[in-house]
């Protein structure tokens, strides 16, 4: 059960970045477990959760990953979703959000946002 939170973390991670390698890269795991951990979470639900980046568009929910998100903001799958973060990780059990202050989205790599001058 904790391998299942840990991907539900990890998803919610990655749905604050612009791509999956600057994830990857934050979080400090390599590119290729986070794909097939987000696949997982796929063939578990039955669904896309993401569509991938694009040159003009950073990654981002699909409806269902959208409502997946907004689940995973639950109190109750907070508390999971703690326990499940993997402790030392370069995240540091934080999760940037796109949208967030200039800084952060900026240090992500979004092609989006431009940090004001």
């Given amino acids: 059960m904790a391998a299942e939170w840990q991907r539900l973390h990890r998803f919610r991670a990655v749905m604050g970045f612009a791509t999956i390698d600057t994830a990857a890269e934050h979080l ?8 097939r951990q987000l696949q997982r979470i796929k063939a578990d639900i039955g669904t896309t959760i993401y569509h991938r980046a694009t040159l003009t568009q950073d ?6 990953g959208a409502a ?3 689940a995973l903001d639950h109190p ?5 979703l703690t326990t499940a ?5 370069a995240a540091g059990g934080q ?9 952060v989205v900026s240090y992500h790599g979004s092609r989006r946002k431009k940090t004001p001058k």
């Fill in 59 to 64: 990654l981002r929910p699909t409806k269902r």
């Fill in 28 to 35: 400090g795991i390599d590119q290729s477990t986070l794909v």
């Fill in 85 to 89: 973060a993997p402790r030392g990780t």
């Fill in 68 to 70: 997946l998100l907004r």
């Fill in 76 to 80: 109750d799958a907070q508390q999971h």
């Fill in 95 to 103: 999760v940037p959000r796109k949208g967030g202050t200039p800084e």
